[in-house]
């Protein structure tokens, strides 16, 4: 939710890291509740917003799952990995984009109480979850994306909150729908970013074998 650097593969962090393997846990927790509750809000709040938030929610906990199953692997399976989660967040921008046609065609009535209280809750979420991967920001291919990932969800959750704000105001259903396609475009600037740093580390670890 936002170019990455493209650096080389090293960092000044150790690969295993008993306080990232920690922080991981607590980011892979926090995001498994927070989709719960903002599929529920956006079921019940009609909200195309807070759906692509939920969905971004589960795809984080995967996210942080994943990094957790290859930490400490060979640096080919964390590129490996790293490249699989960007291909999930452009296939989760897709998924935002369909969304957002969906109601365009339907003409959806979001709820801007629940919008803005759910909104708030996950901004709280994302930003500790943030502060907490801050020291590991400069990591490899698969750290990175679990920092992009972290770094960019708090975007989301103002625009949400604004957008309530927005539905309010004009009684109209666009501020959410805007709201959802910058989201989507976020995803799929996200997962094109972390694609590229771990194709670029894959080809050079070719290079290195050969």
């Known amino acids: 939710m936002s170019a990455c650097c493209q650096g080389g593969c090293s ?3 150790p690969v295993v890291d008993p306080r990232y393997r920690r922080v991981l846990w607590i980011a892979l927790v926090l995001n498994a509740l927070m989709f719960v509750v903002e599929l529920a809000g956006g079921l019940g709040g009609d909200s195309a917003a807070l759906l692509a938030d939920a969905v971004d929610f589960l795809g984080d906990a995967g996210n942080y799952g994943l990094s957790l199953l290859v930490l400490g692997a060979a640096v080919a399976a964390r ?5 699989f989660k960007g291909w999930t967040m452009a296939a989760y921008g897709c998924f935002v984009l369909a969304k957002v046609a969906w109601d365009v065609s339907t003409g959806s009535a979001p709820q801007p109480l629940v919008m803005g209280a759910i909104g708030l809750a996950a901004l709280l979420v994302n930003v500790s979850v943030a502060l907490m ?40 259903a666009w501020p959410d729908l805007l709201v959802a396609l910058v989201m989507a475009g976020l995803a799929l600037s996200g997962g094109r970013s972390v694609i590229a740093q771990a194709r670029s580390e894959m080809r050079t670890l070719g290079a290195t074998e050969t």
């Open 133 to 172: 991967l801050y020291a590991w920001r400069d990591g490899d291919a698969n750290m990175r994306s679990v920092w992009i990932c972290s770094r960019n969800d708090p975007i989301g959750n103002l625009a949400v909150m604004l957008a309530a704000w927005a539905v309010s105001a004009t009684a109209s």
């Open 11 to 13: 960092s000044a962090k």
């Open 79 to 83: 590129a490996r990995a790293a490249l």
